[in-house]
């Protein structure tokens, strides 16, 4: 008689910061049969449904101060808890692993309430609202940053940093980056995460013609929400909303400009991407910046305030960083020590000896 295949619920939804750690994790555990729980509209609808049966539940989190919304959102809480429940009693689930964000409240209240044991990743380095409270709760948070423990101190914390796509960990993949760039000129890369940041954009168009003058070319992953996209072009300039092969762009890259996300952070440092970090100044609890300074911390990256930095600032320190080779390659070496390659298995392992306990 075969055994049936150890069933896992994996609640991740909302942004590639929440999506790719689990989509790395699944891939870890080829022998488990995976369902997903998301959000209907997020970007889980596009990323998911080719490799993992989707169920969507609809639930948003709390906004500050108490009204008809408040009740509202506590309702369709309560109303995906149940869902959540009846997914995991129908499909006989033996695991949830969550993300974080909204969608792990309800997760992790269903599964609790029936006995089913639950593994937490909390990318961040300073842990979200959801993870400090649901934290406590959970069999084991994996942490993405060692320096999240302190702020969970009555979670079960192992540190097992952020599982990045299995692409980034191929040697030599930046062979098959399909842009035209020159093999010998300097690259600079500048995105925002998944969502793409507007700000930033404006301040490297501005920046980017001194760049040009000093021999480099500028790959531009502007997000779909920037009105000014299209605003730049030159020869050396490339302007995209996405580009897929980013393990291929951050492996070529000799510089990178960049939100401070937790997962663009991984990638960064899985290929040791040096980089000058502009944390998002309206993250919740201002998160970005925690991250961004577990890379300053090390000599990996530079980080600027957004509110401090000019058209000056940054075009003089991406001028200083490209005539300075050897600074560049100690900050790319500094960053691979922040995240082992290792990631993905020690979080499957993780799993594993949580669930078939």
Same mark, same amino acid.
């Given at each position: ?24 994790? $699944?891939?870890? /555990? !080829?022998?488990? #049969? ?5 959000? %209907?509209? @997020?970007? &889980? ?103 999240? $423990?302190?702020? /969970? !101190?009555?979670? #079960? ?5 952020? %599982?990045? @796509?299995? &692409? ?190």
């Amino acid at each position: 008689m075969v055994n049936a295949a150890t069933k896992l619920l994996i609640a991740a939804s909302g942004t590639g910061g929440h999506l790719f750690p689990a989509i790395a994790l $699944a891939q870890e /555990l !080829p022998d488990y #049969q995976i369902e997903w729980l998301g959000v %209907p509209n @997020r970007l &889980e609808t596009q990323l998911v449904p080719q490799q993992y049966k989707l169920n969507t539940i609809s639930v948003e989190g709390f906004q500050k101060g108490f009204g008809i919304s408040s009740l509202l959102t506590l309702g369709k809480l309560v109303g995906s808890v149940l869902k959540v429940r009846k997914i995991l009693q129908n499909g006989q689930f033996q695991g949830v692993f969550t993300t974080g964000g909204y969608i792990a409240g309800p997760a992790v209240i269903a599964a609790r309430s029936l006995g089913i044991p639950v593994i937490l990743h909390e990318a961040n380095a300073f842990p979200g609202k959801v993870t400090r409270f649901f934290g406590p709760w959970c069999n084991a948070v994996a942490l993405g940053f060692a320096v999240a $423990a302190k702020y /969970l !101190p009555r979670a #079960q914390t192992i540190y097992t940093s952020t %599982p990045v @796509r299995s &692409e980034f960990l191929e040697p030599g993949v930046a062979s098959s980056l399909d842009l035209g760039i020159p093999e010998n000129v300097p690259v600079i890369v500048v995105f925002g995460g998944s969502q793409g940041a507007v700000a930033v954009n404006k301040l490297v168009r501005e920046c980017a013609t001194v760049w040009f003058d000093a021999g480099a070319w500028v790959v531009h992953l502007t997000g779909d929400k920037d009105p000014d996209a299209e605003n730049l072009k030159h020869p050396q300039y490339i302007s995209l909303p996405f580009y897929n092969n980013m393990a291929a762009l951050l492996q070529r890259a000799n510089l990178a400009i960049s939100r401070s996300g937790a997962g663009s952070l991984t990638e960064l440092a899985v290929c040791g991407t040096p980089a000058i970090l502009i944390p998002y100044p309206f993250a919740a609890e201002d998160h970005q910046t925690y991250n961004a300074q577990v890379f300053t911390s090390v000599g990996a990256a530079l980080m600027f305030q957004q509110k401090e930095l000019t058209v000056e600032k940054l075009q003089t320190e991406v001028l200083r960083l490209l005539q300075s080779p050897q600074e560049l390659k100690a900050m790319g070496e500094k960053a691979k020590t922040i995240a082992p390659a290792d990631s993905a298995e020690k979080l499957a392992q993780l799993v594993r000896e949580i669930v078939e306990k």
